[in-house]
């Protein structure tokens, strides 16, 4: 295979502690082929005639910038990114705001992109494109004669036709995907909702197992899940600060039963809902009362669009209300913090709280899941209570599986992890990390990239 490029709206140096899992696997890919990791630098400035590509070594790999002007930035990223495409490919129309001056930024921004990776390419390369934000640039860098092979992988969900099509845009956003040459999606789902908008919206046909084919491209369409890196996280698990914060975690809270939620402050994780659960979980079952309480990690995150205020303001409310209504003077449910926990503390964290709670509304995959039982004792393990509308649930069955809009689902499915008789724990575990070993990060770059070189060129 030649030479590795990976495209991404970020770009992370491998080598730095906390590059997380994503980055250490792309970056073993990238490294073993001398490769060029090209996105945008995260910075804006006030307006970028020119738009300099910033290089930079990092050990064998090439790490490349773009800088983005502030109306770029709110037109592409701010915009269309994350206020059309994430709310909609989330299954949340009403979130969504079809802003028709954001399309355009949307283009403008995966156009300047194509053009300045098109004079880094060598004719052998190898071109790997990152997410929702980035779906056009195939297109973009076909239009410039690029013949290489490229690939595409959606790392959230992708909805069906029916709500696909409230997207203004949807016949170009898809017609776009043909200019790959392979699509991978999380699961099964979202692969199935591309095929049967290919065929069923355009008209198009299958050819084998995972050819489609419509407007005159033959796309490859397949399910490649994404998974951690669990020799990094064990090794981090047995670390200093993971096992300080476990024991501060068990001395702190000896008396009561740990709940453990941490998540990106973002209305798909389900946050409400969980509150509205637990809420439901001390009226239904009062012997968890003076007991059970739930730590809540949200993290910050795109603070600047306004769904993400209004979300903030609804959980701080239901969290407040439940202490207030339930909590005693050495005694309060629920322990919300909005901030990012260090990386490597996240380990002791989750091995110190008996069940693990990820609930979200709709998620492409969902790594916390994994990494919540990737860092459990397997001799006396917590268990994950997961939304089936997490990608993760089409891999791990062997969770308590919930629908995080049923509140008293919920409920009883908390009561019963927290009672779960610790040899049934051990069991369900080792099936968990079965498949979480099997299908980690390694194992998702090298599959995916195996495909891609794979296709007839
Ligand atoms: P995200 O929506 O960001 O990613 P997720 O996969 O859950 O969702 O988390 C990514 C990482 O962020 C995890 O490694 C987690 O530990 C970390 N993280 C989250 N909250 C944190 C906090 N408060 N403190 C510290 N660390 C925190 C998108 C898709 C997902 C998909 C991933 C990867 O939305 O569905 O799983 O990409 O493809």
Redesign the pocket.
Known sequence: MGRLVVVANRVADPRKPGA???AVALGEALRASGGLWFGWSGRTVESCSGNRVHQQRAGEITLATVDLSHADYRAYYLGYSNSVLWPVFHYRLDLADFDAGDIEGYRRVNRLLAHKLEPMLRPDDVIWVH?YHLIPLAAELRAMGCAQRIGF?L???LPPRTILAAIPQHGWLMRSLMAYDLVGF?GATDRDHFADYVLREAGGQMQGDDRLHAWGRTVRARAVP?G?DVAELESMARGEEAREMRRAMRENYAQRRLLVG?????Y??GLPQRIRAFRRLLEQYPENRRSATLIQ???P?REDVDAYGDIRHELETLCGALNGDFGELDWMPVRY?R?????KR?PGLYAASAVGL?T?LR???????K?YVASQDPADPGVLVLSRF???AEQLVEALLVNPYDTAGTADAIQQALRMPQEERVVRHARLMQSIRSHDVHWWAHEFLHALADVDA
């Open positions: 997380g899992g994503l997410d992988f790392h959230i969900p999380q994404i951690i941490v998540d990106r402050l973002d798909s994780k990690v949200a993290a995150s913090i901030r990012t926990v260090a990386r996240l990820v979200p998620d492409g995959m969902n790594l916390v899941a990494e997490a990608g993760a």
